[in-house]
T-cell receptor, first 113, second 114 residues
Framework: SQQGEEDPQALSIQEGENATMNCSYK?????LQWYRQNSGRGLVHLIL?????REKHSGRLRVTLDTSKKSSSLLITASRAADTASYFC?????????????FGQGTILTVHP | GAGVSQSPRYKVAKRGQDVALRCDPI?????LFWYQQALGQGPEFLTY????????KSGLPSDRFFAERPEGSVSTLKIQRTQQEDSAVYLC????????????FGPGTRLTVT
């Protein structure tokens, strides 16, 4: 079963706008990651945030993590048509589950040119 | 360098047939993972190898699913007596030892059981 839920399930915006996606999870985690998946291509790792971090930036991406609320958000600024894809958050717990990523259900982002 | 490759990319099987899905990890990646992704869902963990040792198979849905990695490189996921509910994309990922949180994914094999 999936650990997390993401919202919105689908998001449609115009090029140049910002896109925000949210992810909630159920158990304590070691880190949380965001992945992008285009149709016909594999999952691409975007950014990782550790449980002791609150915010992280990478280019046009900004990720926040609130472990007290068990939630994370991904902000894509100045979106482009090429950002159209499904976005998934994934958590890992460490210990004997170290290698196991638990994914959310994903947000489908459509950026209109 | 070359990424994770999977073959075949598409597989159609009649219900009851056995299938074998192959994964070639990135050279030097000790850890290998299999995930199952149903249509419209996120991937779900199936199993994890470190070299040839299968350290976690808690996600395999039934005893019809079997994975192996006999020489610690290429892995095969075998599904016996396929059922319609097995229809999904099967993703393979690999990572360096000690960096299992940083997994590189292959393009997947789309299995359709008719």
């Amino acid at each position: 079963s999936q650990q997390g839920e993401e919202d919105p399930q689908a998001l449609s915006i115009q090029e140049g706008e910002n896109a925000t996606m949210n992810c909630s999870y159920k158990t304590s985690i070691n880190n949380l990651q965001w992945y992008r998946q285009n149709s016909g291509r594999g999952l691409v790792h975007l950014i990782l945030i550790r449980s002791n971090e609150r915010e992280k930036h990478s280019g046009r991406l900004r990720v926040t993590l609130d472990t007290s609320k068990k939630s994370s958000s991904l902000l894509i600024t100045a979106s482009r048509a090429a950002d159209t894809a499904s976005y998934f958050c994934a958590t890992s717990k460490g210990g004997t589950s170290y290698g196991k990523l638990t994914f959310g259900q994903g947000t489908i982002l459509t950026v209109h040119p | 360098g070359a990424g994770v490759s999977q073959s075949p990319r598409y597989k159609v099987a009649k219900r009851g047939q056995d299938v074998a899905l192959r994964c070639d990890p990135i050279s030097g990646h000790v850890s290998l993972f299999w995930y199952q992704q149903a249509l419209g869902q996120g991937p779900e963990f199936l199993t994890y190898f470190q070299n040839e040792a299968q350290l976690d198979k808690s996600g395999l849905p039934s005893d019809r699913f079997f994975a192996e990695r006999p020489e610690g490189s290429v892995s095969t996921l075998k599904i016996q007596r396929t059922q319609q509910e097995d229809s999904a994309v099967y993703l393979c990922a690999s990572s360096l030892l000690g960096r299992a949180y940083e997994q590189y994914f292959g393009p997947g094999t789309r299995l359709t059981v008719t």
